[in-house]
């Protein structure tokens, strides 16, 4: 049966293991992570900000020096390989042996400095660690330890005059050097005052410091370098939005370094407001959500592309859609399901503009034109935070709309195992949506009080389980019209039935049934638990309760009406439902993958379907189409197959 057209799906322990990847990671790794990542980037990152002592012109200016960020960059690459493997592993490896290769020819500080510092942030993203504090830093706090521990090396004011740093070979650093100071982020400082640094009489602090402390003292550290500009940085910040979209966070503002903002704000002002926000993070409280910080973030994305940053402005793109308008989407699509695709449709192909090197005046154009929805989106989502009614519709049809896809593949396959007369193996495809609904308020716990689950991560694990599951759909569907004519569902039922739905068989109903009804559940929590922050607890309640009746009633009915088709009829109806479903999952997942910016959008002149799974989008559309094709060669192949009669036809070898 199924486990004879995908062997490699059916195996329990493959199964269980999908189960644990969607739970929780190998806790075996956690250790490694959490020493070797913090420890290597604070290694690339010294790297960034040292090479320019050590070389420069490509000539050699210090031996000792130089000798180190060799010794760094190899040592990089070590500690990256001994990591666990994860899906960007091959990339930060090629990454690091380009790091080993500029720094062995010698290459200019700034293009070193690049490389160790995108290595560096992919490492951060790859294996995510913690990289800020909890709450606004104390900065008198910061500047008391300062003068305590500090200054007798570092000098009062940070000039690296300090008595004890006089008698030092080579001298204690000058954090008041901005051309150095531009390339920290309090997070290196953080990370320095952890883990010290290695050949230097600079010890580390984390015995001696709590972690409030370490962080207190990093911003302080930060802020010596831009004591002048502080003023000039709340001007910007309080008066300019496309400033405050730079930064959205404290995690953010922990990883910013001027170099990063220079390309939107220019050096002078970059400066301003990274001196300000570390002087008082307290101001992030003031920091864009939702729409506006899309529009802020889109803005600052045109003018890093004016600037010739196109990677920067790809990213900030990507925020404005991941960061400003996802949060949003319940209340939009509640209120203007339509804006809402437009919006995303427009967003997508602004990003594709971006990577495709278009000309400025275009990607202008392009900004314009989202921006222009972006307004109109504010409009409707303004009033649309507490409003019962706007809560009730979006709970009712967030949870129609995604649950009715897996709900048909539950009642497909239940009513599979009803008609072959096989009701033991029921339990499985019961225990496989259960699952899945246990999985889901995990993930809610997760993203409610654990950690913050990203657009990105959330488009991406919704496309590859739709487009996984619409593959299974695929050959699911075909499987079952081959079934369906020339008599051939009788010899089935009479000889493959009992060495079908086997064990294994039986444990790739359970994992069907669990990924079909996972994908649709992990959008679905992700978005109550949006709206159950805005204190409509019980009309939230009320539209979830609705929408599950609905539900229920659908799948009853749809049960009832399968148990009095004709079995031949029933595998046609079927295969040709699981098809549909196949085209629709297909258009979906690359639809999410594109919102991640996995895939570019180019706009197609079609209408958007949102039931049948129908983007304006090439992308989708061409991926539906070869899913289509590949159904249409299928099921002509089996109808002439099923011409020639059963008894003569080649007998299928059972690999179960």
């Known amino acids: 049966m199924i486990t004879s057209l995908i062997p490699a799906f059916s195996r329990p322990g493959l199964l269980i293991a999908l189960v644990a990847w969607v739970l929780a990671s190998p806790p075996a790794y956690a250790d490694n992570i959490s020493t070797t990542v913090p420890q290597t980037w604070q290694m690339l990152d010294y790297l960034a900000s040292d090479y320019a002592g050590a070389v420069k012109d490509g000539a050699v200016q210090s031996a000792s020096e130089y000798a180190e960020m060799r010794e760094f960059a190899a040592t990089a690459r070590t500690r990256i390989r001994s990591l666990p493997p994860v899906p960007a592993s091959a990339k930060l490896l090629s990454q690091a042996d380009e790091l080993i290769k500029s720094v062995d020819a010698k290459s200019s500080p700034v293009q070193v400095a690049q490389e160790a510092h995108g290595l560096a942030d992919g490492l951060l993203k790859a294996y995510p660690v913690p990289t800020a504090p909890d709450h606004a830093p104390d900065l008198a706090r910061g500047a008391t330890l300062y003068q305590s521990q500090c200054a007798m090396c570092h000098g009062p004011t940070g000039h690296g005059d300090g008595p004890a740093g006089l008698q030092l070979n080579p001298r204690p650093v000058n954090f008041t050097d901005q051309t150095r100071a531009d390339q920290r982020s309090p997070l290196s400082l953080y990370e320095v005052i952890s883990q010290g640094v290695q050949g230097t009489p600079m010890v580390s602090y984390s015995s001696q410091l709590t972690a409030d402390d370490r962080w207190a003292l990093a911003y302080f550290v930060g802020t010596l370098a831009y004591t002048q ?335 009095r088709l004709p079995i031949g009829t029933f595998f046609s109806a079927s295969s040709a439902l699981i098809a549909v479903l196949a085209v629709v999952l297909t258009g979906k997942g690359v639809a999410a993958l594109q919102e991640a910016g996995w895939i570019p959008v180019t706009v197609a002149p079609v209408p958007h379907i949102e039931l049948l799974g129908i983007y304006p989008t090439w992308q989708t559309l061409l991926a539906q189409l070869v899913v289509v094709l590949a159904l249409t060669a299928g099921f002509t192949f089996n109808t002439l197959r099923g011409r020639i009669p059963p008894a003569q036809s080649t007998p299928v070898p059972d690999t179960d």
Not at 283 to 312: C, F, H, K, N
């Open 229 to 563: 500009e502080v003023t000039a940085g709340a001007e910007a910040w309080q008066h300019d939005q496309a400033v405050r979209a730079q930064i959205a966070g404290l995690k953010e503002l922990s990883q910013t370094r001027v170099g990063q903002l220079s390309a939107a704000l220019g050096d002078d002002r970059a400066r301003a407001v990274v001196g300000y926000l570390r002087s008082h993070p307290e101001a992030l409280q003031q920091a864009l959500t939702g729409i506006p910080l899309a529009r802020g973030r889109l803005a600052a994305s045109l003018a890093a592309y004016r600037a010739g940053d196109s990677v920067e402005a790809t990213q900030l793109a990507l925020s404005a859609y991941l960061d400003g308008v996802e949060p949003v989407e319940p209340q939009l699509n509640a209120r203007d399901g339509a804006l809402r695709v437009k919006l995303e449709t427009a967003m997508g192909a602004y990003r594709t503009a971006l990577a495709s090197k278009a000309s400025p005046h275009v990607v202008a154009q392009q900004a314009g034109e989202v921006d222009a929805l972006l307004v109109k989106a504010q409009d409707v989502t303004a009033n649309a935070a507490g409003d019962p009614t706007s809560t009730f519709l979006g709970a009712f049809t967030i949870l129609v709309r995604e649950g009715l896809e897996a709900l048909l593949v539950v009642v497909a396959l239940l009513a599979f195992l009803r008609k072959a007369d096989r009701p033991e193996a029921v339990r499985y495809v019961h225990a496989g949506w259960t699952l899945a609904l246990v999985a889901g308020g995990i993930t809610w716990a997760i993203a409610s009080y654990a950690i913050s689950i990203s657009g990105a991560g959330r488009e991406v694990t919704e496309g590859l389980s739709s487009l996984f599951a619409a593959a299974v759909l695929l050959s699911v569907g075909l499987w079952m019209h081959q079934k369906s004519i020339g008599g051939r569902w009788q010899t089935y039922l009479k000889e493959k039935m009992a060495a079908a739905l086997n064990q294994r068989s039986a444990w790739f109903l359970f994992g069907l049934a669990f990924i079909s009804v996972y994908r649709e559940v992990f959008e679905t929590i992700l978005f109550y638990a949006a709206l159950w922050n805005e204190g409509q607890e019980a009309w939230l309640l009320g539209g979830i309760a609705a929408g599950a009746l609905v539900l229920g009633l659908i799948a009853w009915i749809l049960l009832r009406t399968s148990r």
